[in-house]
């Protein structure tokens, strides 16, 4: 099993759910999170004062899976988060030694 894990641009999140669910992924985790990568951040004016936003608001995505469909999540977040400018995201894919459902107790790829 995978944990794949996707930080995107906000607004994209719903292109990427529905991409999940059109190929068959039941469920995933989304987070409000901030970060920057070669963006670097960038400055806004307020009130006639210069600042630097450092940190960026992003989406963090996260989706466990049998790994016979890594390739095919992987795709679909690629394709349906894509805008071809900077800041589009990573992915991060681990390996996930154990998943447990806790209310019937099914375990490891019956628990997804």
Same mark, same amino acid.
């Given at each position: 099993?995978?944990?794949?894990?996707? &930080? !995107?641009? *906000? $607004?994209?999140?719903?292109?990427?759910? /529905?991409?999940?669910?059109?190929?068959? &992924?039941?469920?995933?985790?989304? =987070? /409000?999170?901030?970060? $920057?990568?070669?963006?670097?951040?960038?400055? %806004?004016?307020?009130?006639?004062? /210069?600042?630097?936003?450092? $940190?960026? *608001?992003?989406?963090?995505? /996260?989706?466990?899976? %049998?790994?016979?469909? =890594?390739?095919?999540?992987?795709?679909? @977040?690629?394709?349906?988060? #894509?805008?071809?400018?900077?800041?589009?995201?990573?992915? $991060? !894919?681990? #390996?996930?030694?154990?998943? @447990?459902? !806790?209310?019937?107790? %099914? =375990?490891? #790829? %019956?628990?997804?």
């Amino acid at each position: 099993m995978k944990l794949i894990t996707a &930080i !995107i641009k *906000p $607004f994209k999140t719903d292109d990427v759910r /529905e991409a999940l669910t059109e190929i068959g &992924i039941t469920g995933m985790t989304l =987070t /409000e999170v901030k970060g $920057f990568g070669r963006q670097k951040g960038h400055t %806004e004016l307020y009130r006639g004062a /210069e600042y630097v936003i450092d $940190f960026l *608001p992003k989406a963090k995505i /996260e989706v466990a899976v %049998e790994d016979a469909k =890594t390739d095919q999540v992987v795709d679909a @977040i690629c394709k349906a988060a #894509n805008t071809g400018q900077i800041g589009d995201g990573k992915i $991060f !894919i681990s #390996n996930l030694d154990r998943t @447990i459902r !806790i209310r019937t107790g %099914e =375990t490891d #790829n %019956e628990a997804l």
